[in-house]
């Protein structure tokens, strides 16, 4: 099937299967992939035993927040795929906002999909995907948010929606997730609308203008954060009118 010819998703294309436990939501909905599911299926789990975030770290998993993943098949063409880490950002910012009272301090996203309260992280996001033997490509949006509980992380300070005056459980919070991330995939709608994406993601973003630090895997460069261009990448002013655009890295303020 040529999957540019697919029509645009709806609320009503999306599955959702909740699990009391299982070792990662990620490698559960890459399992489903193998066995040929179609996607736009959500997993989520009370408890992981064996959850991860980016580059191998562990994710502490314990009861009380919520894990979920979501499994996309051909998502959009591997050009297009550099925008939906912002696409991804904005729908979770959009439904941590339905649940924070107003007394919460900012909700921001720092890039490029670091969901921070009060320039606390309080989310980790892990995507990961894979060609399958039949010639389709698997994604999985994995997504960890802090709802009742903070594990320490030696990177970041922390915080949760709890300490931050939410009553809402986790399955409130993913109840605003579901929604939320089917609309803002629609808009995406498989690359093509990256620019709505990056004008959304602007609104919302932390640190605009300020001094960071990008780790890369390499090295670390320093400058002020000039913004992202209209793909989503990072812009770095690095002074003296050099603009450096970067791809990933891990972001740190100051």
Same mark, same amino acid.
């Given at each position: 099937?040529?999957?540019?010819?697919?029509?645009?998703?709806?609320?009503?294309?999306? !599955?959702?299967?909740?699990?009391?436990?299982?070792?990662?939501?990620?490698?559960?909905?890459?399992a489903?992939?193998?066995?040929?599911?179609?996607?736009?299926?959500?997993?989520?789990a009370?408890?992981q035993?064996?959850?991860?975030? !980016?580059?191998?770290?562990?994710?502490?998993?314990?009861r009380?927040?919520l894990y979920?993943?979501?499994?996309?098949?051909?998502?959009?063409?591997?050009?297009r795929?550099g925008?939906?880490?912002l696409?991804?950002?904005?729908?979770?910012?959009?439904?941590? !906002?339905?649940?924070?009272?107003?007394?919460a301090?900012?909700?921001?996203?720092?890039?490029?999909?670091?969901?921070l309260?009060?320039?606390?992280?309080?989310?980790?996001?892990?995507?990961e995907?894979?060609?399958?033997?039949?010639? !389709?490509h698997?994604?999985?949006?994995?997504i960890?948010?802090?709802?009742?509980?903070?594990?320490?992380?030696?990177l970041?300070?922390?915080?949760?929606?709890r300490?931050?005056?939410?009553?809402a459980?986790?399955?409130?919070?993913?109840a605003?997730?579901?929604?939320?991330m089917?609309?803002?995939?629609e808009a995406?709608?498989?690359g093509?609308?990256?620019?709505?994406i990056?004008?959304?993601?602007?609104?919302?973003?932390?640190g605009?203008?300020?001094?960071?630090t990008?780790?890369?895997?390499?090295?670390?460069?320093?400058?002020?954060?000039?913004?992202i261009?209209?793909n989503?990448?990072l812009?770095?002013?690095?002074?003296?009118?050099?603009?450096?655009?970067?791809?990933?890295?891990?972001v740190?303020?100051?």
């Amino acid at each position: 099937m040529n999957s540019e010819a697919r029509r645009r998703i709806s609320l009503d294309d999306f !599955r959702h299967e909740a699990l009391s436990e299982t070792s990662s939501t990620n490698s559960e909905c890459l399992a489903r992939a193998r066995a040929g599911d179609r996607g736009l299926l959500w997993i989520t789990a009370e408890k992981q035993t064996g959850g991860r975030g !980016r580059r191998g770290r562990p994710w502490v998993s314990e009861r009380g927040n919520l894990y979920a993943s979501l499994l996309l098949i051909d998502p959009a063409p591997m050009e297009r795929l550099g925008s939906l880490p912002l696409a991804i950002a904005v729908a979770v910012h959009q439904a941590v !906002r339905h649940v924070l009272p107003h007394t919460a301090e900012p909700l921001e996203v720092k890039w490029p999909n670091d969901i921070l309260i009060g320039r606390k992280k309080t989310c980790g996001i892990l995507v990961e995907g894979e060609a399958l033997p039949d010639g !389709r490509h698997s994604l999985v949006i994995g997504i960890g948010i802090n709802v009742a509980l903070m594990p320490d992380n030696p990177l970041y300070p922390v915080t949760c929606l709890r300490e931050q005056g939410s009553s809402a459980s986790p399955e409130e919070v993913f109840a605003h997730l579901y929604a939320s991330m089917a609309e803002v995939l629609e808009a995406w709608d498989r690359g093509r609308g990256v620019r709505e994406i990056t004008e959304r993601w602007r609104r919302v973003a932390c640190g605009i203008g300020e001094k960071i630090t990008v780790n890369l895997p390499d090295r670390s460069i320093s400058g002020h954060f000039a913004g992202i261009d209209d793909n989503g990448l990072l812009m770095l002013d690095t002074g003296a009118g050099r603009m450096m655009t970067i791809a990933a890295g891990d972001v740190f303020f100051g």
